[in-house]
């Protein structure tokens, strides 16, 4: 068995991709799949991964054993900065190597492996080597989180470009609600990025999650289907 791997990255940090893996973790296990999160880099934490933690919450499953033996976290980073200054700050190195033996590793084992990243899609995991890179070598299929706040056009242009540019496939939009209280700039913004894909030639849904509030809202599975591609 080999797992499907989608990667799931935002337009800027604090975007809300904790929250939107695990959303898609929970609608993947409503509709029968074998599915696992990864983080394979993590900052500003120490023990067992915040965002795995909260991945597992989301979902409504305790900590798996692949959590406990670090396997879907491989590299823990004390300080809250960017993965390549984390590392450098404990004298390490981030080795994708590892990071790919233990995505490998869950592929075996899950149908479906969502890899949260860290940062957006140009944060640096070591000297020379952006996080783009690494998704580019692997040919990863990516979702991309945006939001509904004022700025949001233009991160989220600016990341199209550089998926564009790189040749990386986009299987989805992942538009979250959470902090953008301005509702007449949240619907211009979705309008204009529904636009903007079909501009750069990608013809991905967007999904909407909406301000969580209090729970954890469930993900249209027709949409999650056209994501995966499995429509």
């Known amino acids: 068995m080999s797992g499907k791997v989608i990667v799931i990255t935002g ?44 991945h597992r919450e989301i979902m409504g499953i305790p900590l798996q054993d692949v959590d406990r033996d670090g396997t879907t976290c491989s590299y823990l980073f004390r300080h809250p900065a960017s993965p390549h200054l984390a590392a450098a700050l404990e004298n390490r190195t981030i080795d994708t190597s590892v990071i790919d033996s233990t995505t490998r590793k869950l592929q075996e084992t899950y149908e479906i492996v969502l890899v949260e990243a860290a940062g957006g899609l140009l944060v640096p995991l070591r000297d ?44 989805g939009l992942l538009y979250n609600y959470a902090g953008g209280g ?32 209090e729970g954890y809202p469930d993900l249209s599975q027709e949409d999650i289907a056209k994501a995966f591609h499995e429509s």
């Open 11 to 54: 337009i800027d940090t604090g975007v809300g991709k904790t929250v939107a893996t695990g959303l898609l973790a929970k609608a993947l296990l409503s509709a029968g799949r074998t599915v696992i999160t990864q983080k394979p880099v993590e900052t500003g934490g120490d023990g067992v991964s915040a965002d795995i933690l909260k």
């Open 128 to 171: 020379r080597l952006l996080f783009i890179d690494y998704l580019q070598e692997r040919s990863y299929p990516l979702l991309l989180v945006t939001s509904s706040r004022l700025g949001s056009i233009n991160h989220t242009l600016l990341s199209l470009e550089a998926c564009r540019k790189r040749g990386l496939r986009l299987n």
């Open 182 to 213: 301005d509702k007449v700039i949240a619907q211009d913004t979705l309008t204009v990025l529904r636009s903007a894909l079909g501009t750069y030639g990608y013809s991905c849904p967007i999904i909407e999650i909406p301000d969580i509030g």
